[in-house]
């Protein structure tokens, strides 16, 4: 049994920074990497960040390169979104979800998503 409890989201300018967050909590948690996805109305989910807990390896959308970083806090299971420079575009709900084993691409933990609208 794990939760993924986000927060950080929220109303921010073109060029802005904000930063999301995604804490998980359960008896014995234990998950190769954590996500980042976003989904617009009338989209599709689209990968944003991954980052290994062990390693800290990361991986990013090319829409996000360069101006989203995510990083981990292993002592307080959280994950973090720092995004910079955004953009109108990136207006979408954030997910946050576990990755039991990065050799496949199944979540089986979901956070409930936290809004980011980017006004222009």
Do not use: H
């Not at 921010?12 to 998980?24: D, K, M, T």
């Not at 008896?27 to 807990?53: L, Y």
């Not at 979408?92 to 980011?116: D, E, F, K, M, S």
């Amino acid at each position: 049994q794990v939760q993924l409890v986000e927060s950080g989201g929220g109303l921010v300018q073109a060029g802005g920074s904000l930063r999301l967050s995604c804490a998980a909590s359960g008896r014995s948690f234990s998950t190769d990497a954590m996500v980042w996805f976003r989904q617009s109305p009338g989209k599709e989910r689209e990968f944003v960040a991954r980052i290994t807990w062990s390693s800290g390896t990361t991986v990013y959308a090319n829409s996000v390169k360069g101006r989203f970083t995510i990083s981990r806090d292993n002592a307080k299971n959280t994950v973090y979104l720092q995004m910079n420079s955004l953009k109108p575009e990136d207006t979408a709900v954030y997910y946050c979800a576990a990755q039991p084993t990065i050799l496949t691409t199944r979540y089986n933990y979901w956070g409930q998503g936290t809004q980011v609208t980017v006004s222009s």
